[in-house]
Each structure stands twice: as C-alpha cells, then as structure tokens.
C-alpha cells in the first residue's frame, strides 16, 4: 500500500473508468441556449491553476481537454497542478499580486474571498444553466455573490464525503448497513473496534477529509458557525453536543488521527487497519482496480453519513470552483477556455474518467454513464444536492471562506475529541477565532 502517495496515485485502473471504455456514450440532454460572444484576443496565451490530482484520470482527460481547446483555437495553455494544501497560498499570491495564473481552479471559498478582483461569470453561468438543466444547490450557492444573482465564479464539479465501510465487519458488527442516527452509528462504530476494525476520521487540517468529518459533526447536530444574519453563533447547545459526541466516537479510531491528512485514511482503509472512514469516490475504484486490493473493493459499501435536522444530507463537499482574475491579459480567453471545459464533448469524459469522483454541478450530467456503470456509485450521484455550506447559515463571504482556510470548525473538534479541551472550552476558542473574520 505505499505506492499511494499524496500526490495522486489514485489510479483507476488500465481503462477502467477512462473515458473511452464506455464506447457509444447516452446523449447528455441539453437545452436550447445560445453561447456568449466571447472573441477570443489575438496572441492569447493562458496559465491554469488547480489542485493536483487525486485519481489520475482528472489530469489526464483534464490536459486532453485543454490539448482540444489548443487544437481548436490556437491559444496555449499551461496548467499547473498545486498540492491541496498548497493551493490557497498561490491563489492569495496571485490575487494579491495582481500577477500569475489567469484562471484558478479553487476551492468552494476562495472566489468569495477574492470577489472584487474577479471578472463576472454571469452571463457564462447562465447560458450553461440553460443548456444543461440548470445548476444543482450547492454550486448555485458558492457561484454566486451572496445575496446577487451575480455569478463570480464558474464551479466545476465537487466530491462528497458519505460514510465507507467493510460490509462484513460491519456484519460482524451486527449491523447490514450504516445507521442513520448518531447513536446507532456510535454503536457500530464501538462494535467494529471491539472486532478489531476501528474507525479512522480526519482530525489533521486536511482540505477533504479534515473539513468533511468536522463540518458533519457539526451540522448533522444542528450547529452552525454562523446565523443567517452572519452573527457568530458556534457557541451553542447543539455544538457543545457535538464536540461531546465526538469524544465518544473518537475512541473508536485508530491512533494517529490527529495528524492525518486528505491520504491517511486511504491508507489505512487498504491496508485493512480501519473498517470505516468517509471518502470520495476515489479509493474505491482504486481498490477495485488493483488486483491486490479487489477483494477488499467488493466488500466496501457506501452510505450517506447520520442526517442532521429534518433528515438532511448533512455531507461537506468539496467544491471545485474556477474563477477569472481581472489582471488577466485575456479574459475572453479564459472564459472560453472555461465554458469549453464545461461543455457535455469535454465534461462528460472527464467526469467519466474521474469515475465521478468531481461529481458534476449541471444537472444534466446526472444521465451520464457514470452513474450507471456501477450500483456502488449511486450515492455520489447527488453530491452537489446538499443544503449545507461552509459558513452554515450565514452569507459566503471573505469571512466565511477565511474561516474555513484557517481550520476553525476543524481544529476545535481534534481539540475536544482528544481531549485536550473540553467542549466548553474548545467552542469559546473557536468563538473568539471565528469573531477574527467575523466583524
């Protein structure tokens, strides 16, 4: 299991899930829509920016793609492939500079802390809305300005965070699927440690998975960083449940939690020292496709995580968004290169490729083949439906994307679960840091 490394080698398999391997594609049903005018300059060259890969098919179908729009415009285009973590610095180094990347493929956040420095997507966003059925929940939210009908950024695809699990431990466990109350699912969790099998979630600062376990805890119990006027509200009831609950559960987990980042779970899921974590889909097809690992695949279920209030996916994504700097030498440029990324001929392959692993934000893209060619896929399908948000319940903001690049929700969690705060005293710390960018 070394050879999986944080840099993607997430591989899916020799064909397994590239894009040609499904032949005769089903039409994506589209809409009638007529595309911006959007001449692209003379001597237009442009730099992309984005996260690195995790399964490797996202940057080779991505640089296919890219290689067509060359092909077929003319402009050169470098694209740049930024660790996770190292991503945010380059893009503030960019915004701040007024120099660098023309296009960024970010993080659901970061438009909204750049927003006065980015060109409007508004015209874009709506001719692929109406072409492809419209934009799910959650990329309409981190789209646009809050509260506007103004688009600043153009979201991409996003990866959910359901529950991953060994049928047979669980089995073993006593139970045929994951429950779907907080204590039923504590349960399982204990059982499956007393067999042997602990549980394994992100407690380290990690983009995906750090964000994913603790911004579930806190929703799925009715918290929230905020209230709907942008008022700090973390320090509530509902909260200081949570952080109890995640004491409990935390002595379920492997040792080392604290520390791991967006791989560590992978690692431990393949090497079979944990039984149960949150992923994307990406360890999955990475099991399924390395003959060392596929007997472990078969045995891999995948269920939504407890629901919080009213029975709500209360799932984090994590939002792929791209957005235009306006220092861009080019920007009909890059619009184009982005709307031509988004259309069904590039998209579809990609999010084929991935495996669904960027689940898509257009609707449309919900009868791609993807989602038919394996049954274990279905509850990505819906990623992007969630109602829930970094910033929950409060406007996307600089304050909000701040919040979540400096591990507040995150680090509040590892503090109470390990005990090295109480929950009582691990909220006010993440009051007094929240009321930072809050203000």
């Known amino acids: 299991m070394n050879r999986i490394t944080r840099r993607g080698t997430m591989a899916l398999g020799a064909g397994a899930m590239a894009a040609a391997s499904f032949g005769a594609r089903a039409a994506i049903p589209m809409g009638n829509a007529t595309a911006p005018r959007q001449p692209i300059e003379n001597g237009a060259t442009l730099r992309v920016l984005r996260p690195t890969k995790f399964v490797d098919a996202d940057e080779t179908v991505f640089r296919e793609n890219t290689a067509k729009f060359t092909a077929q415009t003319g402009v050169q285009v470098r694209v740049d492939f930024a660790g996770w973590e190292d991503l945010r610095p380059q893009t503030a180094v960019a915004a701040n500079t007024g120099a660098g990347p023309d296009v960024v493929v970010g993080w659901a956040d970061d438009p909204h802390i750049y927003a006065d420095k980015l060109l409007d997507m508004t015209e874009l966003a709506t001719y692929l809305g109406q072409k492809y059925g419209g934009w799910l929940a959650l990329p309409q939210r981190f789209g646009k300005k809050w509260g506007t009908e103004q688009w600043i950024s153009l979201p991409m695809g996003g990866t959910g965070a359901p529950c991953v699990y060994r049928i047979s431990w669980a089995k073993e466990a006593g139970y045929d699927s994951v429950p779907t109350d907080h204590d039923g699912f504590l349960k399982l969790c204990q059982g499956m440690k007393r067999n042997g099998h602990p549980a394994g979630f992100a407690l380290g600062n990690a983009v995906g998975d750090g964000n994913a376990f603790c911004n579930w805890l806190l929703w799925s119990h009715g918290g929230m960083v905020v209230?709907?006027?942008?008022?700090?509200?973390?320090?509530?009831?509902?909260?200081?449940?949570?952080?109890?609950?995640?004491?409990?559960?935390?002595?379920?987990?492997?040792?080392?939690?604290l520390s791991w980042g967006d791989i560590n779970n992978n690692r431990a899921y393949a090497a079979g020292e944990i039984?149960?974590?949150q992923n994307g889909v990406s360890m999955y097809f990475s099991l399924k496709n390395d003959p060392r690992t596929v007997a472990i695949a078969e045995d891999t279920g995948m269920m939504r995580m407890p629901t919080g209030p009213a029975g709500k996916m209360a799932e984090n994504v994590l939002l792929l968004n791209a957005m235009v700097f306006k220092h861009s030498r080019f920007p009909n440029a890059s619009k184009e290169y982005l709307r031509f990324m988004m259309e069904a001929e590039q998209y579809d392959p990609w999010l084929t490729g991935c495996g669904g692993y960027w689940s898509h934000p257009l609707a449309a893209y919900g009868e791609s083949d993807v989602w038919k060619s394996d049954p274990k896929l279905a509850v990505y399908r819906d990623t992007n439906t969630v109602e829930f948000w970094s910033?929950?319940?409060?406007?996307?903001?600089?304050?909000?994307?701040?919040?979540?690049?400096?591990?507040?929700?995150?680090?509040?969690?590892?503090?109470?679960?390990?005990?090295?705060?109480?929950?009582?005293?691990?909220?006010?710390?993440?009051?007094?840091?929240?009321?930072?960018?809050?203000?």
């Open 227 to 257: 209230d709907e006027a942008g008022k700090v509200a973390i320090n509530s009831p509902q909260t200081i449940q949570s952080l109890r609950y995640a004491r409990e559960l935390y002595q379920t987990f492997i040792p080392g939690t």
């Open 275 to 277: 039984g149960l974590t």
């Open 391 to 439: 910033g929950y319940k409060g406007p996307i903001s600089a304050a909000s994307g701040s919040v979540a690049a400096d591990y507040v929700v995150v680090q509040m969690y590892a503090a109470a679960a390990s005990g090295q705060s109480t929950p009582e005293d691990a909220v006010r710390e993440a009051e007094r840091r929240a009321r930072r960018y809050y203000r």
